[in-house]
């Protein structure tokens, strides 16, 4: 099993609905995790990170981890076309810190 | 505030060759992090560097070193460059190794 794994995509969203994308984890993963948004040309750009059991809400952004099933999601409201992105699952190793894996993006389109 | 900066922009090197990628931190952050990443594929994490050392690395061969500065910057080097090497180079910097924050990249292109 890979460490950080994402479904590739891509998920196509009416406007204004809800987009989910979802990242699972293994064992070897530590439980804090960021989300990031890659626009295709562009670097990763932070949007959200999660460290406890729940949810934590960001504007129309929700991260919600859930440690006992080893997966966390990033739910978007009022999906917007701006949000046609790729989104990047990143979590640190147990075994260090330091060393942050990223899952391979879930593709998002977001269609008017 | 300036943000993580990175140079060159893009790069053409031919196999065989060596390339110095460069790299400044946010303002504040102490720790760099570099980042392979091919097309269609999550990040690759190469190395990270605090205190101008080496803190932890990835699975990358030795041809691929770094190096980090008293004032934070860094520089990642690659020797002996393979077309597989072609790829955009994120630099990501991070108080204390936190949420890590990526500059704009560099685009590698080995032919």
């Known amino acids: 099993q890979k460490e950080v794994e994402q479904n590739s995509g891509p998920l196509s969203v009416p406007e204004g609905a809800i987009a989910s994308l979802n990242c699972t984890y293994s064992d070897r993963v530590s439980q804090s995790f960021f989300w990031y948004r890659q626009y295709s040309g562009k670097s990763p750009e932070l949007i959200m990170s999660i460290y406890s059991n729940g949810d934590k809400e960001d504007g129309r952004f929700t991260a919600q981890l859930n440690k006992a099933s080893q997966y966390v999601s990033l739910l978007i409201r009022d999906s917007q076309p701006s949000d046609s992105a790729t989104y990047l699952c990143a979590g640190p190793l147990n075994s260090s810190a330091s060393k942050i894996i990223f899952g391979s993006g879930t593709r998002l389109s977001i269609r008017p | 505030d300036a943000g993580v900066t990175q140079s060159p922009t893009h790069l053409i090197k031919t196999r065989g060759q060596q390339v110095t990628l460069r790299c400044s931190p946010k303002?504040?952050?102490?720790?760099v992090s570099w980042y392979q990443q091919a097309l269609g594929q999550g990040p690759q994490f190469i190395f990270q560097y605090y205190e101008e050392e080496e803190r932890q690395r990835g699975n990358f061969p030795d041809r691929f070193s770094g190096h980090q500065f008293p004032n934070y910057s860094s520089e990642l080097n690659v020797n002996a460059l393979l077309l597989g090497d072609s790829a955009l180079y994120l630099c990501?910097?991070?108080?204390?190794?936190?949420?890590?924050?990526f500059g704009p990249g560099t685009r590698l292109t080995v032919t």
């Open positions: 990501a910097s991070s108080l204390a190794g936190a949420e890590q924050y």
């Open positions: 303002s504040g952050h102490d720790t």
